[in-house]
């Protein structure tokens, strides 16, 4: 079954929103384990509104599941990580200023700079991934320049999803084949949810972790969070 990675920048949102420490991210993601989930994912972005630099390095020391750190490999990011040394660095090909993630890298045209970061947060003994469209082409260069994973970028199967939920999912599971003969492991996320979540895990057997952030923190205002961690988990079991 795939690991529940649970993306707290919502959450940090909120707490950001006051500029007090309420919610405390600490707490939450200490409770997101209790309940169940099995890593906790923030994604520093330059401007800091979601989850700020100082998160990584405050989880990396209560985190006991998996502790992932997502972000654009600015060299104040990679400073970061590389003194905090999560478990997992998702390195994602943002702009600054972007409202949220919305593609993969292009692995063949950034190389040589993919090849480089990676080797330094390898040295420093973190797994890495990469966010990535479902592109065989992309998932080759993904083995080329060295990553441990790849991140499917899932914002175009959850769109498409209620329209016609097998071609949504089509693309991902032939790239996911691709990734796993490679020997790539295979990591998703983005905009996944209750509805779409299920469907896409059971289409793709290789899926080893899931990150998910923003459905989940919504349908926590109803459910409660240690009952929608459960019914994540739930959507996984297979
Ligand atoms: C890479 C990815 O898809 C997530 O980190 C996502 O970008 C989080 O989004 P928000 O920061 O918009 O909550
Ligand atoms: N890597 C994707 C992630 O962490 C969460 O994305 P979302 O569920 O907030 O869209």
Redesign the pocket.
């Known amino acids: 079954m795939p690991r529940l990675s649970v993306?707290l920048?919502?959450v940090a949102l909120i707490r950001n929103s006051r500029g007090a420490n309420f919610p405390d991210l600490i707490r939450v993601a200490l409770d997101c384990e209790r309940y169940g989930a099995e890593g906790i994912?923030i994604?520093p972005?330059p401007d800091q509104r979601?989850a700020k630099y100082a998160d990584v390095e405050a989880l990396k020391e209560v985190v006991t599941t998996e502790l992932n750190i997502?972000g654009y490999p600015t060299e104040k990011f990679l400073k970061v990580v590389l003194e905090a040394r999560p478990d997992q660095v998702?390195l994602?090909p943002?702009e600054p200023g972007q409202?949220?993630?919305d593609h993969g890298w292009d692995t063949v045209g950034r190389a040589t700079e993919l090849s480089r970061i990676i080797g330094r947060l390898k040295n420093a003994g973190i797994r890495t991934s990469i966010?990535v469209d479902p592109s065989e082409e992309i998932l080759d260069g993904a083995l080329a320049v060295g990553t441990d994973r790849i991140?499917f970028?899932t914002g175009p199967y959850a769109h498409q999803y209620a329209i016609d939920r097998a071609a949504a999912v089509a693309p991902f599971a032939i790239a996911s084949s691709h990734a796993a003969a490679l020997g790539l492991g295979i990591n998703a996320?983005?905009d996944l949810n209750l509805d779409n979540l299920a469907f896409f895990s059971e289409k793709l057997p290789d899926l080893q972790e899931v990150?998910i952030?923003?459905a989940l923190v919504v349908d926590a205002l109803y459910y409660g969070l240690e009952n929608t961690i459960q019914l994540y988990l739930n959507r996984l079991s297979r």
């Open positions: 993306n920048n919502k994912t994604h972005r979601h997502e998702t994602v943002d409202l949220t993630s966010f991140e970028y996320g983005h990150s952030g923003h």
